[in-house]
C-alpha cells in the first residue's frame, strides 16, 4: 500500500452535499450549500442575490439545476 492509499483511509471521510429542505426557504439549496460549508444560510442567500443580479440571472439557473439534480 502506497503513502498516498495510506492517507485516504487514514482522514475523514468527506462531507456529500445534502439539501436540507427544512430549513431551508425554497428547495433548499442555500440551507444545504451553508451546512456543507458551515456558514451562515443568510450568506449564502446574499450571495445568490448578488450574483443573480450581477450575473444577468444565470445563477437562477444554476440554483434550479442544483435543486433538482440534488438528493
Known amino acids: 500500500m502506497s ?37 451562515d444560510v443568510t450568506l449564502v442567500r446574499l450571495g445568490w442575490v448578488v450574483g443573480t443580479i450581477l450575473g444577468f440571472g444565470s445563477l437562477v439557473l444554476i440554483y434550479l439545476a442544483i435543486g433538482l439534480i440534488a438528493d
Do not use: C, E, Q, Y
Not at 475523514?12 to 456543507?36: C, E, Q, Y
Open 3 to 39: 503513502s498516498l492509499d495510506r492517507s485516504r483511509t487514514d482522514s475523514a471521510p468527506a462531507r456529500s452535499f445534502r439539501l436540507n429542505k427544512t430549513n431551508g426557504k425554497f428547495m433548499g439549496v442555500s440551507a444545504g450549500i451553508a451546512d456543507h460549508f458551515d456558514v
